[in-house]
Each structure stands twice: as C-alpha cells, then as structure tokens.
C-alpha cells in the first residue's frame, strides 16, 4: 500500500513540476471530455471561480432503463428525475492560486458532494480531484476543440 502512495506522489508530483508554468497561463474555460470519454462538461467562469457542467454523454439512454439518463442517485428525491445533461458538478469553485480552484464536486455516479481540487496540468490537460475526509481520487480531463 505504501507503495502506491509512493507511486501516486511522484505522478503527481511529476505532472505538476513538468507543466506548472504553461498551466498557469491556461484558461479552464472551454469544453473538456472526461478521462473515460463518456462526457463532456462545459467549463465557463462564475463569479471569481468556475463552473462545470454536463453538455453531453457519450450514452444518452439508460440501458437499465431505456430511458434518457436522469440523476437517479441524487440524495434530493425532487431531482432524482432531472436529466443529466445540464447537471451543474462544481459547486462553490474558487480560486486556490493560478490554475488551481476548490470547492465541491458532484458526483452522479453515487449522488455524493465531496471536497474538490481542479488544477490545470496544462492548456489541453486538467486534474480533477474529489475527495472524502484524507482520501483522493481524480482524473485527467482533456480540453475539446483546441486551447
């Protein structure tokens, strides 16, 4: 186990150290597809922070149900019925320094809130993390349509 903390901290650090400079620079603003490609979320400013949400999925129907995809594991029962295209993710986003935001993620997978880190990796690249107390896990998005 301690190895694979061992082996995640100097990815990270890696990524980070490689690209620091040219990420600072890029905007998150933009379309970005998510590390499985099964959605892109549209990334605009809000406020002094940013803002992310679902413009498309890559499955539109539900193969359980046959029915376009809805936000059935959201805690909130009044929204378990809403589509998921338009369903907002970053909640509070604010910037943490250049290329670096956090605030909360949404994660329709399983309905949770969690604490999230977004920190752009480069001007096509962005880390987006989530996290539960000590515990992280994240993903690379990558920008659509240029930079």
Known sequence: MIWNFLRVFILIFALNGISAAGAQDASPS???????????????????????????????????????QVDDKNPNPALRSRSMIGVQLFIGMTSNGPGSWIGKIY???DGGTYDSKVKMISASQMNV??????????????KLGGR
Do not use: H, M, Y
Request: some cysteine; overall charge negative; hydrophobic content about 30%.
């Open 30 to 68: 933009g379309l970005w597809l998510t590390q499985k490609g099964d959605a892109r979320i549209q990334v605009s400013s809000c406020g002094s922070g940013i803002c992310g949400k679902v413009v498309w999925l890559k499955d539109t129907i539900d193969p359980q149900t046959g029915k376009p």
């Open 129 to 142: 993390e989530g996290c539960l107390g000590a515990f992280c896990g994240g993903e690379i998005w990558t």
């Open 107 to 109: 994660n329709a997978d």
